[in-house]
């Protein structure tokens, strides 16, 4: 079954270095997302991404984030500067036509020290 | 701000008892709803799928129900079993603009004991 592959599994940084998640989403799929999962708390929107651009943000996605999609395969996160309060667990899934059929990446757990 | 609560946060129940687990939204202008499972220091699983024109949805024994006019679902599990110990989320995908991602509930922790 096809599956989104995400790297690393976890990764610790210190606290104002730049993280870049990847993400290699299932090869069919249109839309890509970015979740995130403060530990205890519930799984948050970050961004969605469709033909090369952002297609929504919510209000956690500020000037810190960006995403891209290098080479048509990864899609990755990259956030500037690391805060502790970006310490959780970062979700990618992708959907062939948006809105439903999502399938998620095991995660990425981002530790900031 | 649309919000999605799931009741109860926790439930442990013995092996084969049938369940059911809430969820709530609070703006009835929904593109569909969504029940996953997440295993610790896991992903999610998409469980079952319900368009907002449909009541239900059954995947073996699973069975979701969605009330649109009254902001609710419900999870059935029947003959629970202990692989089936989980946290099981409800999300939302609203129609009313903005952000057309998932939002989610807090979940709700389920052990079966064997």
């Known amino acids: 079954e096809p599956e989104v592959t995400q790297t690393p599994s976890h990764q610790v940084t210190q606290m104002g270095q730049e993280v870049i998640l990847r993400c290699v989403p299932i090869s069919n799929h249109l839309y890509f997302y970015w979740y995130r999962q403060i530990l205890g708390q519930k799984v948050e929107f970050l961004v969605s991404?469709?033909?090369?651009?952002?297609?929504?943000k919510s209000e956690i996605f500020d000037d810190q984030f960006s995403v891209e999609r290098p080479d048509g395969s990864n899609f990755t996160l990259k956030i500037r500067s690391t805060k502790l309060e970006d310490s959780a667990m970062y979700f990618c899934?992708?959907?062939?036509?948006?809105?439903?059929?999502?399938?998620f990446g095991s995660g990425t757990r981002l530790t900031v020290v | 701000k649309q919000e999605v609560t799931q009741i109860p946060a926790a439930l442990s129940v013995p092996e084969g008892e049938n369940l059911v687990l809430n969820c709530s939204f609070t703006d009835s202008a929904i593109y569909n709803l969504q029940w996953f499972r997440q295993d610790p220091g896991k992903g999610l699983t998409s469980l079952l799928l319900i368009q907002s024109s449909q009541r239900e949805q059954t995947s073996g024994r699973l069975n979701a129900s969605l009330d649109k006019s009254s902001g609710r679902s419900t999870l059935y599990i029947a003959a629970s079993q202990p692989g089936d110990s989980a946290t099981y989320l409800c999300a939302v995908v609203y129609s009313g603009g903005g952000a057309d991602g998932l939002t989610f509930g807090k979940g709700t922790h389920l052990i079966i004991q064997p």
């Open positions: 899934a992708s959907s062939v036509q948006g809105l439903d059929g999502y399938t």
């Open positions: 991404f469709y033909n090369n651009e952002i297609s929504e």
